[in-house]
């Protein structure tokens, strides 16, 4: 009785010990390419927008805030009083490159006679997609 128990137990082993044959070769693939979205998630600072770059390289800054009203209004409430077409781009464009003032207040807003109207433009369409 104990040697036939011993016997049924080496055969099961022997069974088990012999399945999944081709199994590395599948392994390799799957590490490839976890290796290249690895290096595409590295590239995040070049993903800012042309425009949100020259907002954030311009003095802009010193007044503005994305969420919050600093010398100027905040870029959201801009956001949200203009709606995003080309018209109201055309218009804000203006207002970047020769200054404003009396729409939100009494501060006026300096001019910035050196940006060019395409660039104003970027920046521009930029602020207006920030919707809360
Ligand atoms: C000296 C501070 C200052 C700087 C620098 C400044 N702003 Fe302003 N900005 C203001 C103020 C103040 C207002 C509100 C003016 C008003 O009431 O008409 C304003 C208003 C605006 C408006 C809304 C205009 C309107 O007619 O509703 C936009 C768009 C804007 N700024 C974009 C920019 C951008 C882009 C830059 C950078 C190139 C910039 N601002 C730099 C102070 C500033």
Redesign the pocket.
Known sequence: MKKSLLILGCVGLALASCGNPGSSSTQTETAKTADTETSVSAEKPSAMLPGEK??AM???????NKTQKV???A?VD?AA??PSNEKNIE??AD??IKG???????????P?AS?SKDD?KL??SW??SLKK
């Open positions: 020259l907002v311009s003095d802009c800054i010193g007044c503005h010398i100027g209004p870029y801009i009083k203009y218009k804000l207002v970047v404003g003032k009396g729409t939100w207040g009494e501060i006026p807003m300096t910035h940006l104003a920046m521009v602020i207006l």
